[in-house]
């Protein structure tokens, strides 16, 4: 589970980022970046019915991007708010190949 200070919650937040972010493009996630002056990386998920009409398979891609992003939060000591959006293929990944995903863009 992320720690509180690393979540996007709030709506207005997610609005922002959404707004003013610059998008990337991965294989099965699109990321919105926006850096902030908080010292901290915060992120949010957005895990739509594209993904999967099933409750339990989106929040089981949801439970893996947020282990994931977990093991980014980490190595890397970024200031930025981010949302990973999941798109379709992302249901039929392991954690591995979403880890990898994710790194690409963190390093980036």
Do not use: H, W, Y
């Given at each position: ?11 207005k937040?997610f ?19 926006l ?6 990386l ?23 991007l ?15 708010d ?12 392991n ?14």
């Amino acid at each position: 589970m992320l720690p509180e200070i690393n979540r996007l919650s709030q709506k207005k937040d997610f609005a922002v980022v959404f707004k003013s972010g610059k998008g990337v493009k991965g294989n099965f996630l699109i990321f919105k970046i926006l850096k902030n002056n908080s010292n901290k990386l915060r992120v949010g998920f957005i895990v739509s019915k594209k993904v999967s009409n099933k409750a339990t398979i989106r929040n089981k891609v949801k439970r893996r991007l947020r282990a994931a992003v977990l093991g980014e939060l980490k190595k890397n000591n970024l200031s930025a708010d981010i949302i990973v959006i999941a798109l379709s293929g992302a249901r039929d990944r392991n954690i591995l190949e979403i880890q990898k995903e994710i790194s690409k863009i963190f390093k980036s």
